[in-house]
């Protein structure tokens, strides 16, 4: 029985379930107190909690019921290095050593005789001058006739591994650990390998056991801290990058781990420095430009982060995640065919990259089932294996291929599987900065409060608020506005969320309602309008005609009274059970956990839609209501009316832009969207009535809602 729990605490942890894992480990303790498997897992789930203290202790005991174990004793001396008793930590090392359980059995054995020498060093030279098939063919050789020797199977493994060959260099750089478990340079290569194949856990076994003897070696502090923002623990991963840093200062590939580490942990201008230290430590250096661009793309400079993007394949070309990140930019600006050229290049260069496959598959069609990448897909989830994240990626794009396969209870199945990775990944949704704006803003929306300030705000109505909730049919309505040449599609920019958050006292998804009490019953008329003046100037300096239809702008029109009274706004809405289902089965970044869980994803429908009707009642704006269904079914009539609604002349060519990407439009799924004119689908429509039976808890979760209007003045 113990061994059965004790196999389910090793997955967990690996999985990075740490309370589940610990849990299990209590339990075979509580039976067996003497335990030392369940020791050790205990601390190794006290280290990945940033405990090396108690890691250490744990560890001890582990070694009093298992002395023999020499994992033991080299899990305590990393602990101990990392509690900050690195002399401790030699002292066990020396103990083990003396011991004999990390002694003569764990060196090098006996040397090659003299012509066997000779090959190996014609193998290395070959492989120094790029001569790899003859290197890999003399080493072939050697290792069926010498597999006992450490120098063989350490050379085959580094030559394979310099080719990338990863896999097949993993069971050669095994052997020669095996053979001299005191070599780092060995352990060091084999924690890359497995590394690039993603096999996290034992990548980072490696690592450690090389700091655990060499705890000052900088180079291996930083891949661990690779490895560990992979794992999403960042907070030891950043540990592990500044390490490295206190060892080399001149690390630029440190400063980037430790970027990474810091944009994990919300930190996004602390990471931005450091990728600016790594660029001018290497002006010339393509991480850096990648990672800058990726926390532009973060803010919302889509345009900046393209660029970066840009300037790092220039400076090494074949880069596979940053071509497919310029993918995602592409698809932010609107530019699908450049965006699925990036992707299929991206898949070309790296086959088993799972989220680029996902990618791929969103804008194209799945039409076999025995499609390699699909087969390879299922067997990479299935296996158990995988990081949360590459989980989450995996159920997704399983979803999407067995939707296009018409196999709908699967296809829901692996959606499923893929949300419930996500709610583990990125945690619960937190809906307190809605429900707080929405508590004050309707306080506030009363016709006496308005009437007061008519005269507020900036009477220029040149930007057009197109709102709703994601997938409620806002990138349509809006390629039916800008057919129009004289207004710019701005499409999801922040410009609007990020002028009104700076006027919340917002930190994170958490406000001052005092602060914004103070701020609109203290506004006075004058410095309404500089306030417009000043979300114009920043943003739209000329004053031109464009669309906005980030979700977020949606509760903070409760501003555009006092602000820009006679901006226009079109309201989206759409049938509940297709508006859910299509966000259940998008793949949203963070920042939209609401969409992994039915019920808060009905919750927070609920709540889009308690702003539009508190918007309706209450607003002086001009405004209008369409449905996603009408925009599909008579995008004539539902054009004309909206150009009417904004006081501009229709023209039958603005339908035009519904007449492009037909194919593109033919392969995306319901949950897809590219932010770009293209061709209309009323197939969407009704397609949840399939899955009715699967979406009870979206409507239990829209009606428990109840919505209370509150008064302050």
């Not at 050697?142 to 050379?155: D, G, S």
């Not at 400063?255 to 001018?280: C, P, S």
């Not at 050229?341 to 990618?359: K, M, S």
């Not at 299509?582 to 970044?589: I, Q, V």
Request: charged share 25%; with cysteine; proline share 5%.
């Amino acid at each position: 029985m113990s061994t059965e729990k004790l196999a389910r605490a090793h997955n967990l942890l690996e999985q990075g379930k740490l309370s589940e894992a610990e849990t299990q480990y209590r339990e075979i303790l509580a039976l067996e107190p003497g335990h030392a498997s369940a020791h050790h897992g205990l601390a190794r789930v006290a280290l990945a909690s940033d405990q090396p203290a108690a890691a250490a202790e744990l560890l001890q005991k582990a070694l009093h019921a298992e002395p023999g174990n020499p994992d033991h004793w080299l899990a305590l001396a990393r602990a101990l290095t990392l509690a900050g008793f690195p002399d401790d930590a030699g002292k066990v090392l020396a103990e083990g050593q003396a011991a004999g359980v990390l002694g003569d059995d764990s060196g090098p054995k006996a040397e090659l005789p003299h012509h066997a020498k000779k090959e190996l060093a014609d193998a290395n030279k070959a492989a120094s001058r790029g001569q790899f098939r003859r290197a890999e063919k003399i080493m072939a050789d050697l290792v069926r006739r010498w597999p006992e020797h450490f120098e063989v199977q350490q050379l085959l493994g580094k030559i394979l591994a310099r080719q990338q060959k990863h896999r097949e260099a993993i069971e050669p750089l095994y052997e020669a650990h095996k053979l001299d478990r005191k070599n780092t340079e060995v352990l060091a290569i084999l924690g890359s390998c497995l590394q690039s194949l993603r096999q996290l856990g034992d990548a980072r076994k490696c690592f450690e056991q090389v700091l655990a003897m060499e705890p000052d070696n900088a180079g291996v502090h930083n891949q661990l801290a690779s490895v560990l923002h992979s794992l999403n623990e960042d907070q030891s991963a950043l540990e592990h990058a500044e390490r490295a840093l206190a060892i080399k200062p001149d690390f630029p590939s440190a400063l980037i781990n430790k970027g990474n580490a810091l944009r994990g942990l919300k930190r996004t201008d602390a990471a931005r420095e450091a990728y600016q230290q790594a660029r001018h430590l290497q002006p010339d250096y393509f991480a850096a430009e990648a990672n800058l661009g990726t926390v532009d793309r973060d803010d919302g400079h889509t345009l900046s982060a393209r660029d970066h993007y840009k300037r790092s394949l220039e400076l090494k070309p074949d880069q596979p995640d940053i071509l497919h990140n310029l993918g995602s930019v592409h698809m932010d600006l609107g530019e699908p065919e450049e965006a699925l050229a990036c992707y299929r290049e991206a898949a070309r260069l790296a086959p088993h990259r799972i989220e680029t496959l996902e990618a791929v598959g969103d804008l194209t069609t799945w039409a076999d089932a025995e499609d390699k990448h699909l087969q390879a897909l299922t067997e990479a989830l299935d296996a158990g294996h995988l990081p949360l994240q590459e989980q989450v990626f995996a159920g997704f794009a399983l979803g999407k291929a067995l939707l296009d396969l018409g196999e709908e209870d699967a296809a829901f199945q692996r959606y499923q599987q893929a949300n419930l990775c996500a709610r583990k990944l990125y945690g619960k949704h937190q809906p307190e900065l809605a429900i707080g704006l929405l508590k004050v803003f309707g306080g506030f929306m009363k016709p006496g409060f308005l009437e007061k300030r008519k005269d507020f705000g900036d009477t220029d109505a040149c930007e057009i608020f197109v709102m709703g909730f994601s997938r409620s049919g806002k990138s349509l309505v809006e390629s039916l506005i800008t057919g129009d040449p004289d207004i710019t599609p701005c499409r999801e920019q922040r410009d609007f969320m990020v002028f009104g958050h700076s006027r919340l006292g917002a930190e994170k998804n958490k406000f001052s309602s005092r602060h914004l009490i103070n701020y609109i019953r203290e506004l006075e008329a004058d410095e309404s309008r500089r306030e417009a003046a000043r979300y114009l100037d920043q943003y739209n300096p000329e004053r031109m005609p464009r669309t906005l239809t980030n979700p977020g702008n949606l509760p903070l029109l409760g501003f555009l009274p006092l602000w820009m009274p006679k901006t226009p706004i079109i309201f989206c809405r759409r049938d509940l059970m297709d508006l859910g289902l299509s966000c259940y089965f998008k793949r949203y970044a963070q920042g939209h956990e609401y969409s992994y869980d039915l019920a808060a994803l009905g919750q927070e429908i609920r709540l889009n839609d308690a702003f539009i009707d508190l918007w309706l009642e209450y607003l002086p704006n001009p405004m209008l209501e369409v449905h996603y269904e009408d925009v599909v079914r008579q995008p004539e009539q539902t054009a004309r009316t909206i150009h009417e609604f904004l006081g501009r002349e229709w023209k039958p060519e603005y339908l035009d832009v519904l007449d492009t990407r037909q194919d593109l439009a033919a392969a995306l799924g319901p949950a897809g969207s590219v932010d770009a004119p293209m061709a209309l689908r009323d197939d969407f429509i009704g397609f949840s009535k399939p899955f009715h039976h699967r979406l009870e808890p979206l409507v239990k979760g829209y009606e428990s809602i109840n919505i209370k209007k509150t008064s302050d003045e």
